[in-house]
């Protein structure tokens, strides 16, 4: 299975932000979205980084609650790990758990083609694994 795949179940809406607003604006967006990171948008196409709730957690942590009075740019992570429509599945889980991150920007031909999460990866897989079982069962059963 392949990233493609992926984005053509769950769709290729990404959620994101300019990098000059505030940490509260981007809190509300994650808030009303009921999502995890918000990919941020800038001067460099297709992405200058991504904002997440560890990011949050992060900068609160070490400045307390006048890190919500901060910029998005302030606070996003810059160094960007990205995927392509064509990266199979098993290199996504790979890249997800060795750089112990949760959203992966998808990006095709220099454009923001969609965002694969930790979550989308656990759901084709178990898809992927119940489609097997049942293929196997239905093997058993016709012996």
Do not use: W
């Not at 990098?19 to 948008?41: M, N, P, W």
């Not at 599945?89 to 890249?95: A, D």
């Amino acid at each position: 299975m392949k990233v493609k795949d992926l984005l053509a179940s769950k769709g290729r809406d990404v959620a994101t932000i300019s990098q000059e607003r505030s940490v509260t604006d981007a809190l509300a967006v994650l808030k009303e979205r009921r999502i995890g990171a918000l990919v941020v948008t800038g001067l460099t196409p297709p992405l200058v980084g991504i904002f997440s709730e560890r990011d949050v957690v992060r900068a609160l942590a070490s400045h307390g609650a006048e890190a919500l009075d901060l910029t998005v740019a302030e606070l996003m992570s810059s160094d960007v790990t990205v995927c392509d429509e064509a990266t199979s599945v098993t290199t996504l889980m790979g890249l997800m758990t060795d750089n112990r991150i949760r959203h992966i920007p998808v990006v095709d031909d220099g454009r923001l083609a969609g965002l694969i999460s930790i979550g989308d990866v656990v759901k084709a897989r178990f898809d992927e694994l119940e489609h097997d079982k049942k293929d196997l069962l239905d093997y058993v059963s016709a012996r």
